[in-house]
């Protein structure tokens, strides 16, 4: 929904991340599958196999953030943005926003941030 607020509200244009940075997104149906195997180990028919353990879910297919947006995006009539600005200047960007937020906050000013 947010994603969607800032689509609409002209936000979305600039991409902003890491060129090789991914995150692997998972489905809803192999959540509820993982936690169902999950409950089963943990039972007595299993021998309890499931308990104490650690288990990573994933659907193994990384993507870019911004890609895995692009068909929603652009699904909704929008232009994917192209204009793509180094991380290391929107991290100092975001620091910058923090501290004014800080700062004004005691004032009793309601600075709401655009980068967090």
Known sequence: MILLLKVRGGMFKFVFDFPGSKTDWLHVENLVMALSLAGQGLGSEKKHVASGQAYFISDDQPINNF???RPFI??????HPSIRIPYRLVFFVGFLMELLHMALKPLGINFVPLLS
């Not at 652009?74 to 232009?79: D, R, T, V």
């Open 74 to 79: 652009e699904g909704l009539g929008y232009k």
């Open 67 to 69: 890609e895995f947006f």
